[in-house]
T-cell receptor
Framework: EDKVVQSPLSLVVHEGDTVTLNCSYEVTNFRSLLWYKQEKKAPTFLFMLTSSGIEKKSGRLSSILDKKELFSILNITATQTGDSAIYLCAVLSGYSTLTFGKGTMLLVSP | DTEVTQTPKHLVMGMTNKKSLKCEQHMGHRAMYWYKQKAKKPPELMFVYSYEKLSINESVPSRFSPECPNSSLLNLHLHALQPEDSALYLC??????????????FGAGSRLTVL
């Protein structure tokens, strides 16, 4: 059975801190790993990673994939209160199966 | 148009009612998904339609009945639901255009309350 494990499950930081969120996976026929941010409604797409060692970057967020060790990290630098959300890691495998981790709930306090 | 549109945004229904959730996308995506999400939990896959055919049914009770009338529309028919079915129902779609490049685009969700 495909498995995606995120850590930590929850995290509280102060504005301006840097955070690293982790995602490890065990899946059959890996295709890609996706990061989503979820506030009150639907998840919004952040990154898709398919190749090892290539950092994806968008503003203060960045992510990288290690296909040998089967994990990915999501970094957020200079955190802001608007970064408070649940960050979901999901792995696409096989034909069209997307397996989600439980998410990391991030709270950034002012 | 790069959106997945879900209606209604909120739905309250009794256990004997019959209602439907609707999802629409005009991005040419040929895979469409229904997910159920309870509070503080990740989305759980319910159904996947590929090229308008049901390809995955994750052992969902028959009181949930999906329908894909055409490549742009996905419905979820609800009948005789239970209070524990109250959740956020998310529709998503993706393209098979490039292998491995299947980013799911989610709709805003339909929040269902069953009384």
């Amino acid at each position: 059975e495909d498995k995606v494990v995120q850590s930590p499950l929850s995290l509280v930081v102060h504005e301006g801190d840097t955070v690293t969120l982790n995602c490890s996976y065990e899946v059959t026929n890996f295709r890609s790993l996706l990061w989503y941010k979820q506030e009150k409604k639907a998840p919004t797409f952040l990154f898709m990673l398919t190749s090892s060692g290539i950092e994806k970057k968008s503003g203060r967020l960045s992510s990288i994939l290690d296909k040998k060790e089967l994990f990915s990290i999501l970094n957020i630098t200079a955190t802001q209160t608007g970064d408070s959300a649940i960050y979901l890691c999901a792995v696409l495998s096989g034909y069209s199966t997307l397996t989600f981790g439980k998410g990391t709930m991030l709270l950034v306090s002012p | 148009d790069t959106e997945v549109t879900q209606t209604p945004k909120h739905l309250v229904m009794g256990m004997t009612n019959k209602k439907s959730l609707k999802c629409e996308q005009h991005m040419g995506h040929r895979a469409m998904y229904w997910y159920k999400q309870k509070a503080k939990k990740p989305p759980e896959l319910m159904f996947v339609y590929s090229y308008e055919k049901l390809s995955i049914n994750e052992s969902v009770p028959s009181r949930f009945s999906p329908e894909c009338p055409n490549s742009s529309l996905l419905n979820l028919h609800l009948h005789a639901l239970q209070p524990e079915d109250s959740a956020l129902y998310l529709c998503a779609s993706t393209s098979f255009a490039v292998a491995g490049a299947n980013v799911l685009t989610f709709g805003a969700g339909s929040r269902l309350t069953v009384l």
